[in-house]
Every structure is written in structure tokens, then in C-alpha cells.
């Protein structure tokens, strides 16, 4: 093959998943000459696992992404065919919105918008090397020969890079289903001094709703009111379609242990580890052998389409036994296999080796996003995506980078744990991973995050406008509960109808907004004159005036929190010299390299003695460089 020089862009994204689409989007938004490669351009956002956008801490990101001027949440609207807010019995931190989405729409509504994006050049074609020089990158070269060079390269290759299918005994390279792995780049990469390691994940078949007997099963609705994901809309409406939910039981077991060591994962074909939160089927019954029955929830792929995913039945046991055990299933009796459930096994690196801006420290301007640094679903890769558009896009412009840290938004969570604290099989977000969850809530994701993605030149204008005049509004609003107030006697009526405590003295709507029996939609009665405020403004105010405290005290908790984290480190430091800090913690701080002393504490395997020992030492270093003058 002879290779010939095609073109020079400053940015060039391999890969367009859900984490380059985002990638791409955001470099060229932010004025960069921007390519993106697909091994194949129907892979363009495509949807290989679940049919869903968001959940529980998933939803936060993709409303994150939004807030910061992403894409996720605006194609998730444009193509959802069922919305539900999870966990709305808890408290608003771990509300999540979900929503069911035609897979198909989201793939072409997500090209359209690249194929129309200014600055930016997507393109069906292979990369199979990294161009490296001195270690700065210089762009790829494609299957065909063909060189783009770039002053910035972000890997976003999923679990297309060396894939391999497993499906029983039977396994051969191929990416998500059936299309062309990337089976050249992964040699490149190693030969650039990357360390490649393998991770699984697996999906479960897809059943023609022709063969299914939806009768024997519980139908599952969607909210009435549809929130939106993004900021951008207002409530939605549009026909929604029903999921159903059925069960495994003692038969479906039966089926699958008695061939458990046919399933590649257990006949020890497998050697990469699987999402522990979402596991085959065959591993929840080895984990949870005491459980009698596993539900399942029958998803539609979409509205043009008779396939129906099995959500909680991924297996990579061969297609004979799948037949057998999903036909016990009620209502699953006669189902027709339309697509095998199978098992992924992929390249992914060691997101350690990664600057919190995700770049690679060991070659500049090489940038990673996605499943391949080793974190499992659409939303994380598309969060990774994100940040890594926006921090090439900065790199090249010579601009300061832009991190988010933990106390500011779920994207900063999910890259801090992936960078500082490593992952050993495919991470995903949840909402116990973050410390200041109650601040970070998906309904106030613009509020903490549009003022960064306009500054960056991410936020349209259109966005920014309607940030500040729902920002105005909630101060306004808030401060107009607190000034209206009522006698105890003309609440009387009110407080005995809603079963709450009398008021002794004059009390203002914001004092009974706080009253947990009562709510924003409630004291309408006694606040006629009120404005009409739009849904997302009522929410915001709601949850701010009800956890007032809460908020006030986990704002402390992150002022604590931010000030280790404003305790820069020096990056070329050498921790070895530093007597009193542990060897191990020696050894983890020299290979990670934390940015500050916050990050510092979190690696695993260095203590806070040590972290004192090293405040101590830097402490030490600033009076000598003061004394010094
Ligand atoms: C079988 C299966 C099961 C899954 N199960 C789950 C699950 O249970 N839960 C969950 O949260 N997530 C699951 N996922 C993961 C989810 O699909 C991914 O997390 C998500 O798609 C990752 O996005 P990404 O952008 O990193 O990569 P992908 O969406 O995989 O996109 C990779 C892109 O890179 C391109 N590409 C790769 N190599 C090259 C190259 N050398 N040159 C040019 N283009 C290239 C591809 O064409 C594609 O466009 C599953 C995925 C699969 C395949």
C-alpha cells in the first residue's frame, strides 16, 4: 500500500461513537479544522447495547453535556420514544431521567448534524497508525495510505479496537454487531510505547415482537409530563410506546446452569473482565444463586423495527442454549431470535496513564475519550468525548485547560476516578460516587455548568440567554416566596385541608414551601397572583428552598474539598526524594503524577500520613523560596 499525504487539520478524531460525535462537535465548534473517521459511517452514534439514553447518573452527564453546549441530550430529545424519571421516591440528588430511544433516528438525526457542522469533515475510513515525532503526534495514516496530519489526535474507538465476538465456542474478530473490527491501530499504539490491556462487555439478543406474547406480561409506561434532556426544550409530547416486564425462573435456570461451561465467559475463552453492574445472565445466576427469579424488561429498538431487546439477559452461552433458555421465559415462548446475544471482548488502556484533561502524558496531543479508557456505556464515553474536543481544542490555542473537579459536575467525577483512581473492568457513573450529590443534580446541571461552556465558546447564544433568565428567574422567584406572607389566620383553612401544622405566627411561602407536605403546586391555592414560571425554573426553586440546609452544609463540605484541590503540585516532582512518604505511595505518586494535593489524596495506595508528610514538605519548600527570596 502507498501512502500519500491527504491533508493537515488541527484536530483529527478516530472514532465516531457517542464519544466522537462529541469529540468532533466540540473541537470544530470551537473553531478547529476538525476529521473524523468511522471505520464505517453507519456506526456514526450508533446504539450496539441497550436503547436507552440516561439512568441513574447516567441522566446527570447527558444533562451535563448539554449545560456545557454537547449534543447527547438535544439527539436524545429528537429521538426518544419513551421518557421516565427515575427514583423520583428519593431525594432530587439521584433523580434520573431515562428515556427509550429509537436507535435508528438517533443514529441519523446525530450524522445529519455532523454531516452540517462547520469546520468539520467526517469520513468512512481506517486508522491503523499514529504518527509520532519526538513524542508529540502528528497524525494517522488510514488502510487505504491515506495521512491526515493533525496537531491533535483523540482515540475514541469503543469496542471496535481488536474486537472479538464470543457467542458459546464460537468467536472471530468483528466489532459490535458484525461490523469490521479495527484490527491494525492497536500494533501502532503498542509500538508507540501504550499499554494495551483486554475488557468484555456483553448485550443480550434481539426477539421479533411478532413471537412475543406481550399478554403474559406487565406493561410498563412512561411519565405523563416528559421532561426534556435538554435545557434547549420545553416540556415535550409525543406518542409514547410501552416496555414490558416478565421474569426468569427456575426453568430458565436450569437451562443456562446445566451449560454454564459452554458460555465463553465461563468456558474460559473470555480473559477480560465484564461490567460488575451490568452482568450476563449466567453471572447473576453464579452470583445470586439463592434468587428464584431475575426480571427483564422487553425494550422496542425503535419505531420502524420489530426487534425487541432483552434488557437483563445478556449471555454469551452459544445460540442453541440462548433459544432454549429464552423460550422458558413467560410470554418468550415462541420467541424468534432475530440477532444472538453475544459477548465483546476489546483493546482499552489504562486511563492512569492519563492527564485529567485526558490527554496522554507520554505523547503530546494524542487524547483519549470512551469505552477505550476503560469505561462501559453511551453516556460516559460521550461525557470523555466532551472534554477531550474541548481540551485539544485549548491545547492548540495555547489556552489554559479546562477540568471539572468533583464538587463541580458528574463529567468530574467520572474523569477523576477513571485518571486518578484507575478502573480494573468497564466503569460506569453512578450516583454513589459522587461526595456532593445533592449539589450536583441533574435539574441545575446549566446552572453550574453554561457560564463554563459559553466562556469556552461551546454554549450558543441561544443557550446563554436562556440560562440567564432562568438563573434570573429562580433568584427572582425565590426571593418573592420569601417577602409574601400569611397570617396564621388566612392559612387556617389551607394548613388543616393539607393535614399540616398550624402556623403560631405569620409565616412567608417560602417557610411552608420547606414544610415536607407541601409543595410549590400546593400553595398555589393561597398565592393566586403568582408569575407562570417555565417547568425547569418551579423545580429549581423547589428543590433549593426544601434542602436549603442540606445545600448550605455540603457547600462547606466542597470549600474544604477545593482548597486541597487548589494545592497545585509540580508536575515534573520527584516523590522518591521525599523521606517519610511511604514506598508504595512513592511509587504511585511518581507514575500518576497528580495535578494537586486533592488529587494527590485520592490515589489509591497513598495514605493521609502521607499526604501530611507531603503538605509538610511543601509547606517547607515555600518558606525556603521565601526565605531565598
Ligand atoms: C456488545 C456490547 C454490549 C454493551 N453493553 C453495555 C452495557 O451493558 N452497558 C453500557 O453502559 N454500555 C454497554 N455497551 C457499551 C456502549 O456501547 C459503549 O460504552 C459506547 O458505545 C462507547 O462509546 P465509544 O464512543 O467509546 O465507542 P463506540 O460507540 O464503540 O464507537 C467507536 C467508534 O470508533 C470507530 N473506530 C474504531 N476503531 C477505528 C479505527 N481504527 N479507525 C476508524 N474508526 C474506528 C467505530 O467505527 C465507531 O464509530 C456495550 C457495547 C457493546 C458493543
Not at 414490558?244 to 461451561?261: Q, R
Request: glycine content about 8%.
Amino acid at each position: 500500500m502507498k501512502s500519500f499525504v491527504a491533508e493537515e487539520y488541527d484536530v483529527v478524531v478516530v472514532g465516531a461513537g457517542h464519544a466522537g460525535c462529541e469529540a468532533a462537535l466540540s473541537s470544530a465548534r470551537m473553531g478547529m479544522r476538525t476529521l473524523v473517521v468511522s471505520i464505517t459511517l453507519d456506526a456514526v452514534a450508533m446504539m450496539p447495547c441497550n436503547p436507552s439514553v440516561g439512568g441513574t447518573g447516567k441522566g446527570h452527564l447527558v444533562r451535563e453535556i448539554d449545560a456545557l453546549g454537547g449534543e447527547m441530550a438535544i439527539n436524545a430529545d429528537k429521538s426518544s420514544i419513551q421518557s421516565k424519571m427515575l427514583n423520583t421516591a428519593k431525594g432530587p440528588a439521584v433523580h434520573s431521567l431515562r428515556v427509550q430511544s429509537d436507535k435508528q433516528k438517533y443514529h441519523t438525526e446525530m450524522k445529519k448534524v455532523m454531516e452540517k457542522q462547520k469546520n468539520l469533515d467526517l469520513k468512512q475510513a481506517e486508522a491503523t497508525e499514529i504518527l509520532v515525532e519526538n513524542g508529540i503526534i502528528k497524525g494517522i495514516v488510514t488502510r487505504t495510505g491515506a495521512i491526515y496530519g493533525a496537531k491533535a489526535v483523540i482515540l475514541v474507538t469503543g469496542t471496535f479496537l481488536a474486537g472479538k465476538i464470543f457467542i458459546g465456542d464460537v468467536s472471530y474478530e468483528s466489532g459490535p454487531n458484525d461490523l469490521r473490527a479495527a484490527t491494525e491501530l492497536s500494533k501502532s499504539l503498542r509500538k508507540n510505547g501504550i499499554a494495551l490491556r483486554r475488557f468484555k462487555t456483553g448485550t443480550p439478543a434481539r426477539v421479533n415482537s411478532a413471537s412475543i406474547d406481550f399478554s403474559k406480561m406487565v406493561e410498563q409506561h412512561g411519565d405523563a409530563e416528559i421532561v426534556p434532556f435538554s435545557f434547549m426544550n420545553d416540556l415535550l409530547d409525543f406518542p409514547q410506546v410501552p416496555c414490558w416486564l416478565s421474569y426468569t425462573n427456575t426453568d430458565t435456570h436450569e437451562v443456562i446452569l446445566g451449560n454454564i461451561n459452554r458460555s465463553a465467559m465461563y468456558g474460559g475463552e473470555i480473559e477480560g473482565p465484564g461490567p460488575r453492574y451490568c452482568p450476563s445472565i449466567e453471572t447473576k445466576l453464579v452470583k445470586f444463586a439463592d434468587k428464584d427469579r431475575h426480571q427483564l424488561f422487553v425494550e422496542p429498538e425503535g419505531l420502524y423495527t420489530d426487534e425487541m431487546y432483552i434488557q437483563g439477559m445478556s449471555t454469551s452461552l452459544p445460540e442453541d442454549v440462548q433459544v432454549a433458555f429464552y423460550r422458558t421465559i413467560m410470554g418468550l415462548e415462541k420467541a424468534e431470535l432475530m440477532r444472538p446475544a453475544y459477548a465483546i471482548e476489546y483493546d482499552c488502556i489504562d486511563p492512569t496513564e492519563l492527564k485529567p484533561t485526558l490527554e496522554y502524558k507520554k505523547i503530546g496531543g494524542l487524547f483519549f475519550a470512551g469505552q477505550i479508557n476503560g469505561s462501559s456505556g453511551y453516556e460516559e464515553a460521550a461525557a470523555q468525548g466532551l472534554m477531550s474536543g474541548i481540551n485539544a481544542a485549548l491545547k492548540i490555542k495555547g489556552e489554559e485547560p479546562f477540568i471539572l473537579d468533583r464538587s463541580e459536575a458528574y463529567i468530574g467525577v467520572l474523569i477523576d476516578d477513571l485518571v486518578t483512581k484507575g478502573t480494573n473492568e468497564p466503569y460506569r457513573i453512578m450516583t454513589s460516587r459522587a461526595e456532593y450529590r445533592l449539589v450536583l443534580r441533574q435539574d441545575n446541571a446549566d446552572l453550574r455548568l453554561t457560564e463554563k461552556g459559553w466562556k469556552l465558546g461551546l454554549a450558543t447564544r441561544d443557550r446563554y440567554e436562556r440560562y440567564l433568565s432562568k438563573k434570573a428567574q429562580v433568584e427572582e422567584e425565590t426571593e418573592r416566596l420569601k417577602t409574601v406572607r400569611k397570617k396564621p389566620g388566612e392559612l387556617k383553612e389551607f394548613l388543616e385541608r393539607q393535614e399540616s401544622a398550624q402556623a403560631k405566627k405569620a409565616l412567608s411561602l417560602y417557610d411552608l414551601l420547606k414544610r415536607p407536605e407541601l409543595d410549590y403546586a400546593k400553595l398555589e391555592e393561597i398565592d393566586p397572583n403568582r408569575p407562570s414560571l417555565m417547568h425547569q425554573v418551579v423545580s429549581q426553586v423547589e428543590v433549593e428552598v426544601k434542602y436549603e440546609g442540606y445545600i448550605a452544609k455540603q457547600k462547606q463540605q466542597i470549600e474544604r474539598f477545593k482548597k486541597l484541590e487548589r494545592k497545585m503540585l509540580d508536575p515534573d516532582m520527584d516523590y522518591s526524594k521525599i523521606s517519610g512518604i511511604r514506598l508504595e505511595a512513592k511509587q504511585k505518586l511518581n507514575s500518576i503524577r497528580p495535578v494537586s494535593v486533592g488529587q494527590a489524596s485520592r490515589i489509591s495506595g497513598v495514605s493521609p500520613a502521607d499526604i501530611s508528610v507531603l503538605m509538610i514538605y511543601l509547606e517547607q519548600k515555600r518558606r525556603k523560596a521565601k526565605q531565598n527570596g
